[in-house]
């Protein structure tokens, strides 16, 4: 038991060693990107929704390092990023 727990906590540590949320993956975003195209660069969003043709995404948690990035017609264009490094 005590071996799968330290491997499942191995596993979160190396994945969170590997995140490609970082303040220089987000200076390579630029307005009108596609989701795709952004997805490319740091990943799934973590939670995304739709407001009045909208698509607000959040990669990351609010309460620790994030980006929100809101898409029109599917093109970027809003970006906001909190605690990266």
Known sequence: MKSKLAIIALGALAL???SKLTKEN???LEMGMTQSEVEAIIGSADNCGKTMGAM???WGAED????KIVFMGDKAV???YDGLK
């Not at 620790?64 to 980006?67: E, L, R, T």
Request: hydrophobic fraction near 25%.
């Open 26 to 28: 987000y200076d390579k």
């Open 64 to 67: 620790s390092k994030h980006v």
């Open 16 to 18: 969170t060693a590997c």
């Open 56 to 58: 607000a995404c959040t």
């Open 78 to 80: 809003t970006f906001t």
